[in-house]
């Protein structure tokens, strides 16, 4: 399947098809490939506003909570917990995820912030307002990306299983295998709960896949391919990851380790001027979420 991204600049329409930038994948994407209709085409993004974001942060997890982020960041010694103002990015509030731990994915969990480590099996539970550690708690594996559905919490570790746990007592209670076009989709970073579907980076991608949580089939992409050009600056690492929702005002945020911008997104074609966003002058983009096999 060809990624494309349509561009619109200053009125007009370029579709423009993609070098294919994203091994994982675009790999597990290449069998059996239907061809992309319009009509399936149920989702679109375009930027509204772009903020400023803390470019050594190394953004392992994010999430808008009452017009606020909160960040977990992540490598050994620079590992942190952040509440983070929106418009610039400044961060409020800190704490630190002291070595050996190498901080992950995070999400909140009633009066809780809960944040994973990649390799050491220790979940860290925050109070929201103090950012003070509450808790330790144990998991078996690695800790990737981490969200909630409002009765679960939902973990990844890298490969194409999602493990939904008990917010409490911290057993798992599922594990679903996440497949796209039939085919076994690892590297599952990043997570974010948005109207009933599982949205996740996956490692090294600049595409967002979203996931229905019952059968584990990707049943959309949103290639972000254009974005992740401007804001990595060519460093393999800076990719994308840190997807937050804010349900209320149905505006999706992305951001990437080490990336000097958050976009804020919303559905639909683009309608207002696009705010703050001198990165990519006279330009608006909208990310099209191209479907995959039933
Ligand atoms: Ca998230």
């Excluded at 329409?13 to 059996?32: C, E, T």
């Excluded at 977990?72 to 630190?96: E, F, H």
Aim: net charge neutral.
């Amino acid at each position: 399947m060809k990624m494309v991204l349509t561009i619109l600049v200053a009125g007009g329409a370029v579709a423009a098809s993609l070098a294919p930038p994203d091994a994982p994948l675009l790999a597990a994407m290449s069998a059996g490939s239907p061809a992309v209709s319009a009509a399936a085409d149920d989702l679109h993004f375009h930027i509204a506003a772009c903020y400023p974001h803390d470019p050594e942060a190394f953004t392992q997890g994010l999430i808008y909570r009452r017009g606020e982020f909160y960040e977990s960041t992540g490598l050994v010694g620079q590992s942190s917990i952040r509440r983070v103002r929106i418009a610039d990015g400044k961060v409020m509030q800190s704490a630190k995820v002291e070595p050996p731990h190498f901080g992950e994915g995070m999400t909140d969990w009633k009066s809780d912030v809960i944040s994973i480590t990649w390799r050491s099996g220790t979940a860290f539970r925050w109070d929201r307002k103090s950012l003070m550690l509450r808790k330790v708690q144990r998991y078996e594996g690695e800790g990737w990306g981490l969200t909630q559905d409002g009765r679960t919490l939902i973990l990844s570790d890298g490969t194409d299983r999602l493990r939904f746990i008990d917010p409490e007592s911290f057993a798992v209670l599922r594990t679903l295998p996440v497949t796209v076009n039939g085919r076994p989709l690892a590297a599952l970073n990043e997570l974010e709960w948005v109207e009933g579907a599982i949205y996740a980076n996956v490692w090294q991608a600049s595409q967002i896949v979203r996931i229905d949580p019952q059968s584990g089939k990707v049943t959309g992409i949103l290639d972000l391919s254009d974005l992740a050009a401007v804001a990595s600056r060519d460093n393999p690492d800076a990719v994308l990851n840190g997807i937050a929702y804010d349900a209320a005002g149905k505006r999706l945020f992305v951001t990437g380790k080490t990336w000097p911008l958050v976009f804020e997104l919303r559905p639909g074609k683009p309608s207002a001027r696009t705010t703050g966003c001198a990165q990519l002058p006279d330009a608006k983009v909208v990310g099209r979420v191209l479907p995959t096999a039933p």
